[in-house]
């Protein structure tokens, strides 16, 4: 048994209270369920703006009604200091996912964007260090990268932001440094890298482009890829993320309120990922012959290539990715086209 692995058992036998924004969301939903399996009380926190109550239902099912009931939500806003209070309060840990995570609809509403990841985040840091929460570790993104042209991206190494939801994303780094500066209040960072699998929203017009692609190809029509699709992303499963969280949420007192990478260090271009997503569709789906891609312009605001160093998580948290990129497609494949959902 490794050292985490034993800290993951010592939680079954001695549970502990945890919040949970976004909880109704795609990462917050895979959080919620592995924290049930581990017999934890979870506080979880959504407005269901992006959130879906459909996700929680699928935790219900997944982990049973005995581990459900460990589980109570809160409808509200992180923009609402008091509901962040509430849903912080006895908190041993929390973790925060809600924000709005969409580039173009950032550059479309900055003002929005401001008030949901900056200013809720910010009620959150001062709502656990009221409730006297060992740890916060929130989401931040690769997007703090901006144009910096070094791959793969170092922590330390950041260009400017290139949109009002990477600026929001910094600038959460930021107030998570100086509130433990101030008051004490640590709060661990992760910066997703693009991550993928079950429950990630395909609808929408910000919908991330794996769940969307599957569904256009699923229905015989064409994925759109905005450019020439050599651009390139570090495409992470989503059980390495949840991996990350649990690891930064345990890490011994004392370890820095900073940032670090989360993904799998490798490459993928969307010519690629578009190629195995329609060979996946074809193969479960006989008879099924997929539309071919169609190229727009590249949109305003998109970073060309990321890909993630992860020297300095493995080395403070010990993560380390599992599987592969095409493992994970494999299961996100089976789940969005089982038949039951087809």
């Not at 964007?113 to 570790?137: C, K, M, P, S, W």
């Not at 997703?192 to 190809?217: C, H, M, S, T």
Request: proline share 5%.
């Amino acid at each position: 048994m490794t050292p985490f692995e034993a800290q993951l058992d010592h939680l079954r036998h001695a549970p502990q209270r945890w919040a949970l924004t976004g909880v109704g969301g795609f990462i917050g939903s895979h959080l919620l369920e592995t924290l049930l399996e581990l017999d934890q009380v979870v506080v979880g926190l959504d407005d269901f703006s992006s959130g879906r109550r459909e996700n929680l239902a699928d935790v219900r099912r997944r982990v049973g009604e005995a581990r459900w009931a460990r589980f109570s939500l809160v409808e509200g806003d992180v923009r609402d200091p008091e509901t962040c209070r509430r849903v912080c309060a006895g908190a041993s840990r929390v973790l925060h996912q809600a924000a709005l995570v969409s580039v173009p609809r950032s550059i479309e509403d900055p003002l929005l964007t401001q008030q949901v990841n900056v200013d809720g985040f910010l009620n959150i840091l001062l709502a656990a260090r009221e409730a006297g929460a060992q740890r916060v570790v929130y989401a931040s993104s690769s997007a703090v990268y901006g144009d910096g042209p070094v791959q793969p991206k170092v922590e330390d190494d950041l260009g400017a932001p290139l949109s009002p939801y990477a600026l929001s994303k910094l600038m959460d780094e930021q107030l998570a440094a100086l509130c433990d500066r101030l008051y004490g209040q640590s709060a661990i960072g992760l910066r997703y890298f693009n991550v993928f699998g079950p429950r990630q929203d395909p609808e929408g017009a910000y919908a991330a482009v794996i769940p969307k692609w599957i569904e256009r190809l699923k229905g015989g029509d064409p994925c759109v890829i905005f450019g020439d699709g050599e651009t390139s992303r570090d495409f992470c499963y989503v059980g390495d993320i949840v991996q990350a969280n649990l690891r930064a949420a345990l890490a011994p007192q004392g370890t820095p309120s900073r940032a670090f990478n989360v993904g799998r260090g490798e490459s993928t271009t969307l010519n690629e990922l578009f190629r195995i997503l329609r060979q996946g569709v074809e193969v479960r789906l006989p008879g099924r012959v997929c539309a071919e891609a169609r190229h727009e312009a590249a949109r305003a605001g998109d970073i060309r290539h990321s890909r993630a160093d992860l020297s300095q998580i493995q080395g403070a948290l010990g993560y380390a990715a599992k599987g592969t990129v095409a493992q994970g497609l494999a299961d996100t494949l089976d789940w969005y086209l089982a038949p039951a959902r087809s």
